[in-house]
């Protein structure tokens, strides 16, 4: 009951009550009947009120001071029904009693009788005053106080009456009321529980309280209540629902859904409690109980369109698209031209992949119903999933005649058009959208990213680039900028994204990542290194990373580390696919070219189409001297990725060596023995196959010696010349065994002889090289040594051991002849240990020894001392330009003697040498070299010498 209802009815009790009262008492004022005059009795007596008020009005003329007249004219005014001449007269009654509160009081009724509920209020305020401790005043009051809204003096009642009568139930009640209409509702609830406490039969009271609890929000409180009211009066339909109603403002539909679930219990014939309990249901998220509930409704009434309505979208929810269909179908069978159903229809075939059902009754509903702005775009998107791109096109024309474009249109025909696989015209659609907001940051974002499935990096580049302009702070869109322009490779734009990233989430894991990678795309291995370490000292647990970094060690020529850390990743991960391609990599870079093989051949069978595999067989091939298998490989590398930059330098690799070329060679050197000896000459190779190839060669020398030097020639001239040629094969047996041979002949001042040369290239090992030979030419040292025709028969072993992929041991042995009787013995030993290897340098320092001794010395032109030693520390590097250019510079320094010193001195070389063009068609070798440590062919103890070599390949 509200706040009128409840005052209304008070009020009309105080009235029925009060009215009696007036019309069956005696004039209320303690006056004796003498003072009446008898007519007026008389009259009143028989029923004759005019004639009774005209007699009291003749007395009033005479005296007016008498209020027990003006009193039974108000009785006779009510009973004759004119309240307001009764009000009249009982106020000219309170003028000549104005202490009269029982006159006051009476007015009070007659005022409330008239409607006139200030007027009643004024008088029984009048009454209080003149007599407070009348309980029946008090209580007037606060219903009077109620009719006219004045909660606040009704309040005041109420507190007076307690005062008088402590245990008062209805002034409890009535406080309780007024403190709800006063807004207080904290007063109120409190009133209420000590009325509810004591008077627990008052069914009304509670569900008062209930209602307060919950207008308080306080609905824990309500709900306790609610099974109060269940203990004392019995469950029942209302109050299932009424604490449903509870559940549902507290935000527990669940709970709201479990009351109507017992109100179900008192209605079970209820289809519209089952509608709310289905609705309800559907607040809870609990779809199949929805659906369930709204099929009971439907049951008990079938025919009703909004519970079939209901139920399809229900059904809808739940994917049971045949019930929704079904559903629908019976709404359309009441209701032919139902919209709601027609779309619901639609939407269901739509589910069931039934698009022709669907797409006609979304054209018949669009005849109907053509500005359905959303119906249209349905019934595009099923076009376009039954692939009709020219219905897609043809209603977005009309879509735009109708309503306009907006962004919202194009968003939205971006993803029509990408369900019916049209990428290019989604792409544009959202570059339309971009249109009406051209400073919506991820629209441009997501423009983008539509380009790279076609191809289009320049599109997509400008639309990221435009969304970084407009957000240059957000993060997602640096990393899309990043992995586009890594895409289109763009690395200074990715680079760029990836510091902009850095700046601010500074130990960001995907932008180290993505520097780390690109600087690895880019050959720089110094700076990917750093950060892929960077990145693995806080994620040493991503496998892929780690491998990654491992290549690029083994990329910046690290090999021996690179194999300790795929040592540490096995121990880490296992023997993966990924762990075996990448040793075998390794290790066919590194020149052990058999355990790579063995990895690529177990891996092959379920690897066939690998890319990075294939790669590694071509490299092993090469390496392990099968160029003709190593060619062949290169076919798989084509047709797997036959642009790509690995390729083309795996290519490069494997054929250059393959190539015929031309030498053109241009030398001079000079000692401190005022011997200097100057070379040109041309040679080359033919190839004929992978395996043999024909070499051929001609050269000149002018050697020159000082007047005085003891190397003038045995006629005492200075001058000497020697022109040779030579033609030769060389042949590669097997992949362990090539031999070469070359035969020609010299001619000097006049006299000729005969040279030739035979070696033996062996690989015993993957580590292990070794070259044997035997040649024979003129000794061409001094042109006294070539004047007297000497000729030296040399005898060679070289061999070159790395035990392990940081060590490498050199040696050499000879043993040589000479034709003027004098033979010669050599042992060299060069240890190193390589100790840098990155993108720019290569260094290795070691050390060596040198021996030789000649048997005599005959004073034929050429150095021939009894016993010759050399030690020294050396370093070994090569400064890489690029791929196809690098320079190199050997360093060493120590001591050396030989028998005709007193002791050691000190020694040093200076070799350096550049080389351009590795891989061209062109290439230079260029080299340089200084020495003071003596050894030379005729004992200079100071040397220098320069090189050139042109080469041009066919």
Do not use: C
């Amino acid at each position: 009951m509200d706040i009128q209802k409840q005052a209304v009815a008070q009020m009309n009790k105080y009235l029925t009550v009060g009215m009696t009262a007036i019309m069956l008492s005696a004039p209320v004022l303690a006056y004796s009947a003498a003072q009446v005059p008898e007519a007026g009795i008389a009259a009143e007596g028989k029923g004759q009120w005019s004639e009774a008020v005209d007699v009291y009005r003749q007395a009033l003329k005479a005296n007016p001071d008498q209020p027990q007249l003006w009193s039974r004219i108000a009785d006779i005014e009510v009973r004759r029904g004119d309240l307001n001449a009764a009000v009249s007269a009982l106020t000219e009654a309170t003028h000549y009693a104005p202490r009269d509160a029982a006159l006051y009081a009476k007015l009070s009724e007659v005022h409330a009788a008239a409607k006139n509920a200030k007027g009643a209020l004024a008088a029984i305020d009048q009454a209080v005053a003149l007599d407070s401790g009348n309980l029946k005043y008090w209580q007037a009051r606060a219903s009077l106080a109620n009719w006219a809204q004045d909660y606040a003096k009704s309040a005041d009642s109420y507190q007076h009456i307690l005062a008088l009568a402590p245990d008062s139930a209805e002034a409890m009640l009535g406080k309780a009321r007024t403190e709800v209409w006063q807004g207080r509702l904290d007063d109120a609830a409190a009133s209420y529980k000590r009325y509810v406490d004591g008077h627990t039969a008052d069914q009304t009271a509670l569900k008062e309280y209930i209602n307060v609890e919950i207008k308080r929000k306080q609905y824990a409180s309500a709900l306790e209540l609610q099974n109060v009211y269940r203990q004392r009066f019995g469950a029942g339909l209302e109050s299932w629902t009424q604490t449903a109603d509870v559940q549902a403002v507290a935000g527990n539909p669940k709970g709201a859904a479990d009351a109507l679930q017992q109100a179900t219990q008192y209605a079970s014939r209820d289809a519209k409690l089952y509608q709310r309990l289905s609705q309800t249901y559907a607040v809870a998220q609990d779809g199949k109980s929805a659906l369930a509930a709204i099929n009971r409704a439907v049951e008990l009434e079938p025919n009703n369109i909004e519970y079939l309505r209901a139920r399809g979208v229900l059904a809808t929810w739940n994917s049971d698209y045949v019930m929704a269909g079904e559903s629908y179908s019976r709404v359309l069978a009441i209701a032919p031209d139902d919209a709601a159903a027609t779309l619901g229809l639609a939407h269901a075939y739509t589910q069931q992949g039934q698009a022709d059902k669907s797409t006609r009754l979304y054209r018949a509903y669009l005849e109907k119903h053509p500005q359905d702005k959303d119906a249209m775009m349905e019934y595009m998107e099923d076009e376009a999933s039954r692939g009709n791109i020219a219905a897609v096109k043809q209603y977005g024309e009309i879509y735009r005649q109708r309503f306009g474009e907006s962004l919202e249109y194009w968003l939205h025909m971006s993803d029509i058009e990408a369900l019916a696989g049209d990428d290019r015209a989604s792409a544009d659609a959202i570059g339309q959208a971009t249109r009406f907001a051209p400073n919506d940051a991820n629209l441009f974002y997501r423009l983008s990213q539509t380009y790279p499935d076609l191809k289009d990096v320049k599109n997509a580049s400008a639309a990221i680039e435009r969304a970084v302009q407009l957000e240059p702070r957000n993060v997602e869109f640096l990393r899309a900028r990043a992995d586009l322009a890594a895409w289109g490779s763009d690395y200074a734009t990715a680079l760029d994204s990836y510091n902009r990233i850095l700046a601010i989430i500074p130990d960001d894991p995907g932008a180290i990542l993505g520097i780390a990678r690109i600087r690895a795309w880019q050959g720089e291995t110094n700076q990917s290194a750093k950060y892929y370490k960077m990145y693995l000292a806080k994620y040493p647990q991503v496998q892929v990373v780690r491998a990654e970094y491992i290549e690029v060690e083994a990329e910046r020529g690290d090999y021996a580390l690179a194999m300790e850390l795929l040592e540490k990743y096995r121990q880490q991960f296992g023997e993966t696919a990924s762990y075996q391609k990448l040793k075998a990599r390794v290790l066919a870079w590194a020149d052990r070219p058999t355990p790579s093989l063995a990895i690529v051949n177990a891996l092959h069978p379920t690897m066939a189409d690998d890319y990075e595999l294939a790669t590694t067989n071509s490299l092993a091939l090469s390496s392990a001297h099968r160029p003709r298998d190593a060619v062949a490989s290169l076919s798989e590398l084509v047709r797997l990725d036959p642009g790509s930059k690995e390729t083309y330098d795996t290519q490069r690799f494997i054929k250059t060596p393959l190539r015929s070329n031309i030498n053109f060679l241009f030398g001079y050197q000079a000692s401190s023995d005022d011997i200097t000896i100057k070379q040109v000459g041309v040679n080359g190779e033919y190839v004929i196959s992978p395996e043999t190839r024909l070499l051929a060669g001609t050269d000149k020398q002018w050697l020159n010696a000082a007047v005085g030097s003891g190397f003038e020639t045995a006629s005492g001239e200075t001058n000497s010349e020697y022109n040779r040629a030579w033609v030769g094969v060389r042949h590669l047996f097997t992949p362990k065994v090539s031999m070469d041979a070359q035969v020609g002949g010299g001619s000097t001042s006049g006299s000729s002889n005969f040279l030739y040369e035979v070696g033996a290239d062996l690989q015993p090992k993957d580590n292990l090289s070794m070259r044997l030979s035997r040649r024979q030419d003129l000794y061409a040292v001094s042109p006294r040594a070539a004047s007297l025709g000497i000729e030296q028969y040399a005898n060679t072993l070289t061999t070159s051991w790395a035990p392990n992929l940081r060590y490498t041991v050199d040696s050499l042995l000879a043993y040589d002849t000479y034709s003027d009787g004098n033979r010669r013995w050599e042992v060299e030993l060069e240890p190193r240990r390589a100790f840098v290897r990155n993108q720019y340098l290569n260094l290795d320092l070691g050390v060596g020894g040198r021996w030789f001794s000649y048997k005599e010395d005959p004073g034929n032109g050429y150095y021939a001392p009894n016993m010759y030693r050399r030690y020294s520390v050396s370093a070994y590097s090569y400064w890489k330009l690029s791929d196809d250019n690098g320079i190199s510079v050997t360093a060493s320094a120590g001591p050396y003697k030989d028998n005709t010193m007193d002791g050691y001195r000190t020694g040093g070389d200076l070799v350096v040498e550049g080389v351009f063009g590795l891989y061209r068609d062109w290439m230079l070798d260029a080299r340089a070299s200084l020495s003071s440590y003596g050894a030379g062919a005729t004992g200079a103890y100071r040397s220098r010498q320069f090189e050139v070599i042109i080469t041009r390949r066919f």
